[in-house]
């Protein structure tokens, strides 16, 4: 793999690292020196047993995992010694987490499992919550969400049947770690929340760094840059004044994933490479493989898309070896990314097919957005269209489950919570304070510090209603503006889909005398939707309204289109009759599981089948009637009065007739006639449409368009537009 440059970078900045990391070094050694000596002096066996548990502690600190194996070895000895089954568990525990950070899963589950049997026979069963959290983490780095749920929970009922803080703030820890890869941030962001208030009352600086660091990336996961790196800047801090290297590492990482995402690629990069320097120091794969990750999508955005390549490769082969499947269908989704910006379009779609797999595998629906998105990208870039349709439908059904307004609410809910009851703590601590003043005061001091205590309680209240609505407002303003936006990108990819489908004119040249087509959605997308298809001489046509507007009449529209398609070009079908036949009977099939009248689903239209040398009209309907215009004046042809959808049973009828030169037909959907406008805001209604067609059936289809869109325009004035409109004229 060439990785020169990303090399050289990296040992520059190792060199650095040394300097930064001999002081921390040193202080451990100090205390590992100490511990060592202590050890030898123990004569009680359950103080020395407490000893060689801190020095194991300490050489995973130091990642000095190779030195572990003999203080485990005496703990194991000690323990079978004095007959306590407590301490064995904790040994085995130790021994299992040891193998877990040498990258060899198989060998710490074994490990696990037996400090498990032992700590539920114990009767202490200190350790068991730990084995439940070592456990769940064990679990969710495999990408199986549903073990590390199940042990992150039982670790979380045994924490607090021992009334243990410190392991109950760690299953907090670790079920947010999975309800945030779960898709659910509200949740996680809860879990959060609770850990770091036991943390803040234990005054355990490197867990609240730990902490604030996980509810940072809830914010970067929510677009929420500055509030992210406000969290990421502040466990940085903590972790530095504290020593944690390896926490020092992955704040690097974070806050190089913000800035990569904000655009400042230059920042992201420095963060990227002081990260995998510190990685590579400690021997940790999996947050090596993350580190290169990163790298990679830097490199990409700068276009140095070889570098990207290689650190992708670099970070997917140490998660293959590790069995990292969650890390396997990242890097699966951003190799297919520089693939297909470089037009290698199989090699993207053969690196997002098995990110799918990954993804439905471990149910991670951060990644299913992910790929779906990326499917969507590949599909436009080789003009598949339709199948870009298909894959963006999928990956709107899981972006809307992760980031729907409800989620909002409950994350912001959440966070509210947190502030309210830690504010409640301090003025509760602070009304204790008073009182306890109070007491030793007479009778006419009390009465004073009551009162300024009301009326400073009375402040407080008006302050705090005060700013929880400020922030209320703020966040609203916030989490709209990003629905807003999501919302509109979507209806804009889905209007560019159905433009593409759509032909531009109804006809082709020489197909017919004239015609005009007057089109006007609602909104950017819409429900109606017109249809033509020529097989020799045999030119079908029609006009179709569907259930809705907007993106859910969008989707029934597309649906209709392609039955249509169907039942023409596949089916052969060339009587209107039986082509409506069919058309309702798969829309009820595909909407309503066979069953007809358990919903609204389905579409009013007029097609029409014209040969072109006889001239002959054969029509069918569905609750659409459609104006013929001849020498005879202007008639209003009936059709079948039931829309497409309702009835499987129910049969549409057909006419026919020969339409002379010069005859002229409307068809229409309910939109332009439903508008309401006018001095007296009422309908537009059938009559009048019928009197602006005999007023405007002589002049040119051109212009006859100009004024139908004129009248309606002035008819509307304004009133807003209640539904999609669509008028075709054909002269024959």
């Known amino acids: 793999m060439k990785n020169g440059h990303l090399h050289f970078r990296v040992t520059y900045f190792a060199f650095i690292l040394f300097f930064c990391l001999s002081a921390e070094v040193r202080g451990q050694n100090r205390v590992v ?12 066996d359950t103080i020395k047993l407490l000893d060689l548990d801190r020095l194991v502690m300490n050489y995973w600190f130091q990642r000095k995992l190779n030195d572990i194996a003999g203080p485990v070895r005496e703990m194991l000895d000690l323990s079978e010694k004095i ?12 021994k299992g987490y040891t193998w877990y950070l040498k990258g060899d899963y198989d060998a710490a589950l074994v490990e696990f499992f037996t400090g498990l049997k032992l700590a539920k026979e114990s009767k202490e069963q200190r350790s068991g919550p730990w084995i439940c959290i070592n456990l769940s983490e064990l679990y969710r ?70 902490c604030n660091n996980n509810i940072g990336n809830v914010y970067w996961r929510q677009g929420k840059y500055k509030e992210a790196l406000k969290y990421q800047f ?27 995402d904000q655009g400042n690629f230059s920042e992201a990069m420095k963060s990227h490479l002081y990260c995998l320097d510190l990685q590579q120091s400690l021997g940790r794969k999996r947050s090596i493989a993350d580190a290169y990750n990163n790298l990679g999508l830097d490199y990409e955005n700068v276009k140095n898309y070889e570098e990207a390549l290689n650190a992708h490769f670099a970070a997917k082969d140490i998660r293959r070896k590790i069995g990292d499947l969650e890390g396997i269908a990242g890097s699966c989704i951003n190799l297919s990314s520089i693939y297909r910006k470089i037009h290698k379009f199989k090699e993207a779609e053969n690196n997002l ?42 990956y709107t059904l899981y972006h809307d489950s992760i980031y729907n307004e409800d989620n909002s609410k409950k994350t912001v809910a959440a966070e509210m919570n947190y502030e309210f009851e830690k504010k409640q703590a301090v003025s509760q601590a602070e009304q204790e304070r008073i009182s306890a003043i109070a007491a030793s005061e007479s009778k006419k001091q009390k009465i004073i510090i009551y009162s300024v205590s009301i009326l400073l309680l009375l402040i407080l209240a008006f302050a705090l209603f005060a700013y929880r609505n400020y922030r209320l407002k703020i966040r609203a303003n916030i989490r709209l503006e990003i629905q807003k936006k999501s919302i509109d990108d979507s209806i804009r990819y889905a209007h560019r889909i159905q433009e593409a489908i759509l032909p531009p004119r109804m006809f082709e040249a020489g197909e017919v005398n004239d015609h005009f087509l007057f089109f006007q959605p609602k909104d950017v997308v819409s429900g109606d939707f017109y249809w033509r298809y020529r097989s020799g ?51 009820i ?36 009637e459609l104006y013929l215009i001849s020498e005879k004046g202007l008639e209003a042809l009936s059709v079948t009065n039931c829309s497409i959808g309702y009835r499987s049973d129910q049969i549409y009828q057909q006419k026919e007739m020969t339409l002379k030169a010069k ?48 009248e309606f325009e002035t008819w509307k004035g304004n009133h807003s537009q209640r539904d999609d409109v669509l008028v075709v004229g054909v002269k024959i």
């Open 353 to 394: 097919d098995s990110a799918e797999k990954i993804s439905m595998k471990i149910g991670d629906k951060n990644w299913l957005v992910d790929t779906y998105q990326s499917f969507t990208q590949l599909d436009s870039a080789k003009g598949d269209f339709k199948e870009a349709f298909e894959h963006y439908k999928r």
């Open 234 to 260: 502040l466990a940085l801090k903590t972790r530095k004044e504290t020593g944690d290297t390896a926490g020092i590492a992955d704040s690097y990482n974070n806050i190089g994933n913000i800035y990569h």
């Open 589 to 624: 099939e595909k909407l309503k599981g066979g069953l007809s009248g358990n919903s609204t689903d389905g579409m009013d239209l007029t097609l029409c089948r014209l040969n072109l040398k006889t001239r002959e009209l054969a029509y069918a309907g569905a609750k659409n």
């Open 33 to 44: 020196d100490s511990l060592t000596k202590k050890i030898l002096s123990d004569r009680e």
């Open 537 to 587: 001489d045999l030119l079908f046509y029609a006009v179709v309204d569907c259930t809705g507007h907007g993106v859910p009449g969008a989707m029934m529209s597309m649906l209709g289109y392609d039955l249509l398609e169907h039942a023409v070009k596949d089916r052969g079908l060339t009587e209107p009759s039986e082509i409506l036949n069919l058309v309702n009977k798969q829309i």
């Open 141 to 210: 780095v495999q990408g199986n969400l549903s073990e590390a749920l199940h042990y992150a929970s039982e670790g979380l009922k045994w924490a607090e049947a021992l009334k243990n803080k410190a392991a109950i703030a760690d299953s907090y820890n670790s079920l947010g770690i999975i309800e945030e890869a779960m898709g659910n941030l509200p949740e996680a962001l809860k879990y959060y929340l609770k850990c770091l208030k036991i943390r803040e009352e234990r005054k355990e600086k490197w867990a609240v760094a730990d």
């Open 663 to 710: 005859d002229e037909m409307w068809l229409f959907t309910d939109g332009y006639c439903d508008q309401k406008g006018g001095s007296e805001g009422k309908r537009f209604m059938s009559s009048r449409l019928k009197n602006l067609t005999k007023e405007i059936v002589s002049l040119p289809c051109s212009e006859q368009r100009n004024r139908i869109k004129t």
């Open 83 to 94: 007959n306590s089954k407590d301490w064995m568990s904790e040994a085995y525990r130790l």
